[in-house]
């Protein structure tokens, strides 16, 4: 059975704002970083809701044990604070190994990222582009660390696009207006018509989107572009996440 547990009021007064994690005691692995005040990390106890926490929640206890809650970091000043603690450790751990479902707060803005990525965000080296190309924002699905292949899959499906596509030789994948990788482009399929590690079915069948595939540019192409920042491009407050260069 779950252990009773409490946080009183004096308990909560001296914790203030803080970062607690979920420790798997089958494996001493943390499966959960949350943040709060007062009782909030008690609050996944409740194994009955369907989310991820949940579930590994009833592995744990199928097994008669419980989940080691451990507090990370407390008397914080602010809520941002403890805000900017979980986002920081949850880009530490990685989500891919969480049952966190998002990035902490700002993750994507402010959290983890290579040293050649900061410069390249806050130097803002203006590339000039000279080939026909298609710029994809990829701002909601770039995370730190990712794959090769889950950043040629975020960034090549699915998209709603115009016939100047098939005039376009390179995609770029732009995050923050940095480009991150460059492909050269063999060719565009409707989408969800060819195999993609990221995407559900449902999203990449909905109708007008395409996909293209094709391989990583031309190491002088890549070199050329790759960590150049390309936001000048973009309409400020637009919210396509595509634009083109060099394509009447």
Known sequence: ???????????????????????????????????????????????????????????????????????????????????????????????????????GWRGTELGRRSIDEALAKYTEKRAVIREPAILIRINDLYRYG??????????????????RREKVKYAFAVFEGVVREVYRITGWHRGGTTFNSRYDGRRQRRPGRWEFVGTLAEERIRRRYVDRYVGYLFTRGAQNPITYANVE
């Open 146 to 163: 990712m794959r090769p292949v889950e950043l040629y899959d975020a960034t090549r499906s699915a998209w709603v696009t115009g016939p």
């Open 1 to 103: 059975m779950p252990l009773t547990r409490r946080i009183s009021p004096a308990v909560a007064r001296k914790l203030g704002w803080y970062v607690y994690l979920y420790v798997n005691p089958l494996d001493g692995k943390v499966f959960y970083v949350g943040k709060g005040k007062g009782g909030r990390a008690l609050a996944h106890l409740d194994a009955r809701a369907k989310k991820a926490t949940a579930k590994v929640i009833r592995q744990i206890r199928a097994v008669g044990r419980e989940p080691k809650i451990e507090i990370l970091a407390h008397r914080l000043p602010s809520g941002e604070a403890a805000l900017r603690v979980e986002a920081a450790v949850i880009d530490a751990l990685s989500l891919e190994n969480l049952a966190n479902r998002v990035r």
